[in-house]
């Protein structure tokens, strides 16, 4: 069986590293190292959908083939759906995984019990040669804990422990989190797109 090569237009080893895991062999997945002048795309979108294309058409324009862009993030519904597009920015400038994990304990110190429900979300924007084919949406409902738990994933996986399960992603590690996540969702509706066959 050859394998199909997919482009990922992102420099997030930790996104990559997953998406190459959940895809499997199928795919032979390349990440913007091949692309190494590819500028930093802005993020001016107020969805991840549209996000997740803008990232998806650049790419695009610059490989020939098949080109994907991830956009996610979490959503805290006694937030009013915060950080949503903003996770990875959500501390400010300079942000990083561990002060946006910092703030949104701080955002939630009164916070208790049901009302600390939140889901990741991931929108994937499939495109060639400069236009969006289509798009695949994942999400995972879950809980923010009080505190941090376990080192593995990224972002905010020590704080969030999924439906269902009494451990953080951080804690339940990639084959866990690799079947149920939003990441993980939306990748399988990429795999049944109906346009591989054409
Ligand atoms: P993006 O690169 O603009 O899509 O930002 C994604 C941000 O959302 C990341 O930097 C993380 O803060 C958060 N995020 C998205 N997916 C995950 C995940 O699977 N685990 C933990 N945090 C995530």
């Known amino acids: 069986m050859t394998s199909r090569q997919l482009l990922v237009s992102t ?3 930790h996104k990559i590293e997953e998406i190459r895991h959940i895809l499997g062999p199928q795919f032979e997945v390349f990440d913007l190292s091949i692309i190494p002048d590819m500028p930093e ?3 001016t979108g107020v969805t991840f959908e549209e996000n997740a294309e803008l990232k998806a ?3 695009s324009h610059l490989f020939d083939g ?3 862009a991830d956009d996610s993030g979490l959503e805290v ?4 759906g915060a950080p ?3 996770s990875a920015r959500f501390s400010g400038p300079g942000a990083t995984d561990a002060s946006n994990r910092t703030l949104l304990l701080e955002r939630l110190s009164s916070v208790r019990g049901k009302s600390r429900s939140a889901r990741f979300r991931c929108v994937l924007s499939l495109a060639r040669s400069g236009t969006a084919l289509a798009s695949f949406h994942g999400s995972v409902e879950g809980t923010i804990i009080n505190s941090e738990k376990g080192s593995l994933g990224f972002g905010y996986d ?3 422990v999924p439906e269902g399960h009494c451990e953080t992603f951080a804690q339940l590690g990639a084959v866990v989190k690799n079947t149920l ?6 990748l399988s509706a990429l795999k049944q797109w109906n346009g591989w066959r054409g």
């Open 66 to 68: 098949w080109v994907i």
């Open 158 to 160: 020590p704080l969030f």
């Open 41 to 43: 795309v802005e993020e």
């Open 57 to 59: 058409i650049a790419a």
């Open 181 to 186: 996540s939003h990441r993980a969702r939306a």
């Open 11 to 13: 420099r997030n080893t």
């Open 84 to 86: 949503g597009v903003l």
């Open 77 to 80: 519904d006694s937030l009013g």
